[in-house]
């Protein structure tokens, strides 16, 4: 518990003196460059965002009243410089168009450890590799920056050259609204293991899969597919907020007799040994590098699965339908 503590940055630990006499460059104006570039600005920071030639973003930069450069000249010109691209094409601009500018005691930050834990970066010594890692996406960051609020980040540090990784962290989560839920000092070897394992497990593996199957179990015995489209997508946002907010215990006080003891029973024969025994072959692929091997190989395109066509269909008229109504 004290360890725990000891972990945990609020508020009220740090300030953003260290990052106000710094210049930050934001590599990458998707959805975490663009809502960190902003909440740093809106901090009083002194922000510019680096992009490819004729990239796309260039214009909603300059509409955001950010300075931006080409990636070489934003590099030059910070004295942190944070990688928000794709984790699987960042070690191609690292390598072309980041290192050869790096000068030393400049410090390179990332939202994610990957390309840092598996090796497909390699930074100099005389550079400061640092972590600040949000726990959401980029328009939550932003949204709950706007309302005096922030995300939860995890911070870690791999190298601290200059002396002062550790004040760059916390003056980053800072700036960006994470201290003020909390940020937890980690590494950049747990933040990757178990984002991933968060990810494949529940985020992006287990929870669409099961809505995709329950759903298509439903339709293939007959039912109705809006209803089915009700029962197992539409519902699992107020599910979901629920023991988000209170936690299990008032989650399963406030449902139905029914919904509790179904949900309990069933739910056990669902996630049984056999599928602990998967879970933990997942998180084995994950810290072998087994996992990341295959994704080098894999890189696909950014839409659902074939198999979720027909959820897919019935998802985006069902949108259409509620959006019209309201
Ligand atoms: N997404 C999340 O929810 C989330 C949460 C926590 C941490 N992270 C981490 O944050 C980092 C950024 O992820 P993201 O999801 O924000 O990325 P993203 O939205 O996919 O990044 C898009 C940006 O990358 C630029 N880009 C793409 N290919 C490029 C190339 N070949 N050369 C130069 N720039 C290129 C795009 O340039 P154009 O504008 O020119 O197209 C765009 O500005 C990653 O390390 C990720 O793991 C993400």
Not at 11 to 20: E, F, G, R, V
Not at 275 to 293: A, R, V, W
Request: a positive charge; glycine letters at 8%.
């Amino acid at each position: 518990m004290n360890q725990m503590r000891k972990n945990i940055i609020s508020d009220k630990d740090t300030s953003l003196d260290y990052l106000k006499n710094k210049k930050i460059s934001i590599i990458g104006y998707g959805n975490q460059g663009r809502a960190q570039a902003l909440n740093l600005k809106d901090s009083g920071l002194s922000v510019s965002v680096g992009l490819r030639k004729n990239s796309k973003s260039i214009s909603s930069v300059i509409k955001d009243g950010i300075s931006v450069f080409e990636i070489p000249e934003a590099v030059r010109w910070a004295d942190i410089i944070c990688l928000l691209i794709p984790d699987t094409i960042a070690p191609d601009v690292y390598n072309s168009q980041i290192k050869p500018f790096l000068e030393d005691g400049k410090a390179l930050l990332f939202s994610h450890g990957y390309n840092i834990h598996y090796k497909k970066i390699i930074v100099d010594n005389n550079i400061d590799v640092v972590m600040v890692a949000p726990s959401a996406g980029g328009a939550i960051v932003r949204k709950e920056y706007k309302k005096g609020y922030g995300v939860p980040t995890l911070l870690a540090i791999k190298n601290d050259y200059s002396g002062s990784a550790f004040d760059i962290i916390k003056s980053y989560s800072k700036a960006i609204g994470g201290t003020k839920v909390c940020a937890f000092v980690s590494t950049f070897k747990e933040e990757t293991e178990t984002d991933i394992f968060g990810e494949q497990a529940i985020l992006t593996g287990g929870l669409p899969y099961l809505i995709n199957s329950s759903y298509n179990t439903l339709i293939e015995n007959g039912y109705d597919s809006t209803v089915a489209w009700f029962v197992c997508y539409y519902e699992i946002k107020t599910i979901v907020d629920l023991f988000h907010n209170k936690g299990f215990d008032e989650f399963y006080s406030l449902i139905s007799d029914t919904a509790r003891y179904g949900g309990i029973s069933r739910g056990k024969k669902l996630i049984d040994k056999n599928f602990d025994l998967k879970l933990s072959s997942i998180l084995e692929d994950i810290k072998s590098g087994k996992f990341n091997k295959e994704l080098s190989k894999n890189i696909d395109e950014r839409r659902s699965p074939e198999s979720f066509k027909s959820l897919e269909d019935k998802t985006k008229e069902m949108l259409e339908l509620i959006k019209n109504k309201i």
